[in-house]
């Protein structure tokens, strides 16, 4: 049990983080675990609030696979696939819009609203926030050659305008947004968030970008989750890559971390999103949850 | 054939009217035919953006009926009745919800960008800007009483925060608002779009409230199309409808106009969404486009 | 111990109260033993720099008696005495202003910049923050009569002038004001600290005076540690006075509460500047410290 | 006859120009047949008034030697004239001041006014505006010689200080400016209305500078209507010079429009004045109105 | 001889003036003897620059009767008189704008300028700063009936919109303002420049108006000139007028004085334009200097 | 005597000095004999608050040795000495700051208030306007060899964070700065008033530093009043230390001279404080009074 004294203490704890934060834009990918259970959702969106109390303000990014795919299901969309990857045709791409836009983004603007926080939702599309070109995918065909294959609206970012954003954090809102970018010919594309997440932490200035994952972060060995590495340089993560130290789904977001270092971004974050508050404990906190990378 | 100098003859003529309006605002419902024809579409969108650009401040607010009920077909999704009404539960809400602000508010966004506007979408959830309360609907038991039923997730408007519309607007964008509101539990309920309209129109102190509808404006006698009323007062209508000339649709878009213009709204107008820029007519010309209702 | 969930949960715990303080001005008279522990000190400033860093406004008014009765006894200084009270001389004044604002104010402001915080320090003759009125003493004449007695420099607030206090609020400064203050011939008072914190207080429009005693609040029942008083209105001020419930150094202080109050000072609370971090127990937690005396 | 839609269509067609121009500068250099005849001046100013509204800031720098040479002649002045150029004594400066800024100028700034726009007149005096140092005029004696011959008050701009003219357009009215420079003494001087406004022009960073002239444009053969030459690079300009094709009060119009480019201005216009509109059908449309020189 | 100590004490005695009149706006009519001598000018006009200097906001409204006259002269204009009055018709209008506007206006800009001061000239066509409705003369006919007659364009001020003053003192400069004011169709009207002034004044919330006379201000007995008033309550000048001892040219200053009053204006003053620095004595010091009439 | 005329010329005179000065921050060093005659006193404020009024941004950095000695025997502090210089130890650090805080700061603060400015008093502690380093000594052994000596809290300054005093002075008012700067752990450490002004002349950008001495200026024979240097390049001084013209305390008064210099302050003054207003002479007129060093 905690006394008066005790809470005292963990406030007053908390003094130099808040400092340390003050003012400062820190962008969260929000994803995994973390969007599925009631409880981990209160968590990070009052995680959210509290920051921006406290001075400094959070910039919402969130993924959505699984929703997409219940949705595609219930309309009993057979999707198609190219070398392992679904295509995202036209019907795929609104599917996947309605799911982002219409359902996630708004869940998350109406919990922080009701947590009292203020949360405004943005897309790509919004003020042309994220204009992207098309991606395509290096397959091998059965005589042995690559080639290109279409596999739909699935984009990169191109350029990133984030007057919009910057806008609804100086009216003291939250600004949730979703991974769709808008193409030269005004259609949209499916972005990956942890890529959107990146970008926009690289054009805000940002001096924090954290990504909520399903693991407790980067382990030295996986089996032992005592090696739990806290803290690593951005030049020594090629070295744990070529080692297999850094495989699988993990690559991707190590190198949205490296990409917005490489743009300005202070430190970025690989956290465990199954651990409810891990975003508050990085902050407010110099407990070691999950792995730092810095430059 | 014009000539360069009609050319220069219309544009000089349309001063007047762009010094009337410099400067307002003006609330357009964008619904029914309007949205069906990628013309009317163009049309609609570009009247929007040149009205931005001569310095006046449109604000979209869409309905999207067709599309939700086309999008619950797909899914299979059964409805049921009460009173001869669609009893909209959480599925069907959620349903309603990404069609709304995932398809169709997207979808006008991007064509606005398209143009050269710079749009942004909102719904009621974002910084709370509409807020409501559960919406009852009277029966008549098989006793011959009359009772409450509850037809779900439907509400109507209790309270307007208009704030973020008026910073979208400031930064030199378009505001696209789709009808989804608030309620005190956090919860999303349904609203109609010209309630929707002639609330906010009525929160931003506009000029100016238009709603595009699939006929020509308020007939005196509908079989002639020579009869169309071109201007009422407000205190001329309970007659009108008295007399059975304003029924069925009408009369609830004839409602919105008189709130709109008890809460100061200085001119309403019910315009034939059929037309291709029946809004710029509107504006920028004095021909009888439709039926003005004033006070 | 504390595990780190449990430092997440307090966190989390302090946002409502962080919310309902949120832009609101807080004036905090600090005197008494908080002044003499090195310990208690730094658990004020802590908490003064807190409150300011999560986007409140605190104030300081500081007292300073003993401090002047040892500078007084170091110079050899012999006070008079008029009716149990200490004269107020030129000399006495001069040194009560150098103890006052050059050496208690300016440690205050020293510890708080070295906490972290940015303190300036404020006299009353700074932009003539306190305007005073000379202040009478009645005394009884050997006859029997009464008659006024000069007790020299000592004054009463007759006006405030709070422009430069909030200045310094709004470059994210914390104020820290010595109860001193200007007649209107230039000439310097002492005046009471808790009144001119309290004065300050109305005049800032503040939510809340906090006053530091050596108490725990008002007692019921002095003998009786339990019988602490957490809440009262200021209309049951008055009996308990009356029954001596409240008496002695007690009254001058609740009376200096039941004036902010009149002046729209929101609550006003008499804490126990013996225990640490008696403010932010207060301010970010609904434990019982001390008195809250409310309207 | 123009239908509605034509009408429709026209405005439509004009929004690619509008949104071109937005907030962009233009310095439209006003003489010649423009200033005589009552329809063209209502049609110059006319486009002003519309082009203010559309977002741009237009800016008047007017000529007036007819006016100047009528009143010299009214008040029985005998004009000096000094290698073929008449010298502008103390006498004819101060009716050139009078007729500029006191007859013209007010003139110009009615007819806006009463049109619906908001103009307010300025000199070179005014805030400093334009600096001159004097002009010579090299002469052959009877000797062979050449020598400096005193013109009196005719100058060269060397500094202009648009501060005020700036001022004005923020204001949202119409800046209205008549070709007098003060010198070094505070003594003004006779400035050509070309050379006034082209070095405006690149002092403002303006977009566009436009001479409204008494010919169509530049013409290839100046005896076949269909050889203008619509538009023509600023290193072009030399050669036509030199075959001839530029020759006579063309060239120091081309010379402002030179200097003009090379100080930032985008591009260049020598339109005819004698069309109705042709500033606006120039902003406008992509009609071929004159000859536009640019980079 | 002034020693530097007799330098000092004038400068320390100006500064309870500089205090009283710091951040006010003064308006001067500039007419008669003062606009004639060339020292006379550098020393109203070296007070205004001086005022602006320490903080005050003066304007300056000039006439300039006698250099119209000798224009009509020199152009050879016959003038109709009516009722004893001269009939400005267009011709004569055309005139009075040149040279109150052309010339007058222009030098005073000049002058200021010289001096280093920065004025900007104004008329009242500019923003629309003076609307006028004409004005009628009342005659007798032959027959000795009253009739109203015809005398041109001489106006009354209908409205002032003082806003292009207010923006032309804020960015630091000195309005100079001729007396000529707009009519309904957009036609000049010359008006009388202490009506000019004193309307002006009241507009702009001034806290003086002066204007200078060629008389040494209200005497009791014209005769003796130990018999000036210094001061006078404007409810004291009915009497004053009633007995002859203010009459003539007189009259129609000292009603400018009351209606100025009677709209906002603090003081007002008469003072003698033919002492050098008059208007500088009477704000920086309490020598009598003319009469002032106040409330 | 002087006459109304008389008093004219000589303000108008001041007006090129008011000119050149306005909108310029000119740091006085206030000591020495002006700080004990109550008439000098009133004759420096007074200049400063003129100097405010015309549109300057006084600033001024008092000393107050004799006051601290005074203090010191009042209480039998016994003062120890190293190499001849009284060693500030921690009590006569705390006797210091209050003597220059708490009584001769604020007696500044109140009698400028008194003759109608505003003032606010500053000591190095508030919002860290001074940071220092400690200060040795460098003292002879008896046996010859040097070594440092610790004279306790005397310091030098390290860095100045002016933000402060800026924002003091563009409210209005006119900053009063104790010479006592902070060290990195938060004590106070006593400073050079001359240099804290020199420092602070240099970190606001102040056009001039002005240094109230009890001695005319620099003289070239200091037995011959006459021999006064009017002014001097900051060149030419080390060859007048090296003849010995400039020496003892007049040394380093030149060296604060002479940084302020190399770090932007345009000119600087050693003027003789028992002149009555010889500040104001030497700002508003061209009389040589005291010594000016400029680069």
């Keep these: 049990m905690t006394t ?23 962008v969260v990918k929000y994803g995994g675990h973390a969007m599925l259970s009631q409880d981990l959702k209160e968590a990070v969106f009052t995680d959210m609030v509290l920051m921006k109390y406290v ?8 993924g959505g696979g699984p929703d997409i795919t219940a949705m595609l299901q219930r309309i009993g969309k057979r999707s198609h696939f190219v070398g392992g ?13 309605m799911v982002l836009i219409g359902k996630i983004n708004k869940e998350i603007v109406a919990q922080i609203n009701r947590i009292g926080g203020r949360a405004v939702g943005l897309s790509g599309q919004d003020d042309g926030l994220f204009e992207a070109v098309k991606k395509y995918r290096i397959v091998r ?12 609206f699935v984009g990169d970012i191109s350029k990133v305008n984030p007057e919009i954003v910057t ?20 259609e949209s594309y499916n ?13 805000l200035g940002s001096d924090k970008l954290i990504i909520l994952t399903d693991v407790e972060g980067i382990m030295a060995d996986r089996s032992d989750p005592s090696s739990l590495i806290s803290s690593i340089r951005a ?15 993990m690559i991707p977001k190590v190198e949205c971390c490296l990409d917005a270092l490489a743009s300005g971004v ?30």
């Design 55 to 62: 001075g400094m303000h959070p910039v919402i990014v969130h």
């Design 167 to 186: 806008a609804i954090i100086e009216r003291g809102c939250i600004p949730v947004v979703s991974p769709v970018a808008v193409g030269a010919g005004g």
């Design 266 to 295: 202070q430190t970025t974050h690989i956290l465990d999103g199954r651990v409810p508050h891990s975003i508050l404990l990085e902050v407010f906190t110099d407990k070691g949850i999950g792995t730092m990378v810095e430059k």
């Design 4 to 26: 008066a004294q005790d809470r005292a203490k963990i406030l007053v704890e908390a003094l130099p983080y808040i400092k340390k934060f003050y003012g400062k834009t820190i």
């Design 85 to 97: 990857l679904r295509v995202t045709d036209r019907e795929t791409m609104e599917i996947a819009e």
């Design 235 to 249: 030049d020594e993560i090629a070295l744990l890559i070529e080692k297999g130290v850094i495989d699988g789904g």
């Design 191 to 203: 972005i990956n968030a942890d890529h959107a997440a990146g970008r926009l932490a690289a054009a």
């Design 141 to 152: 065909t059965p005589e042995g050659a690559e080639e290109l294959a279409d596999i739909g």
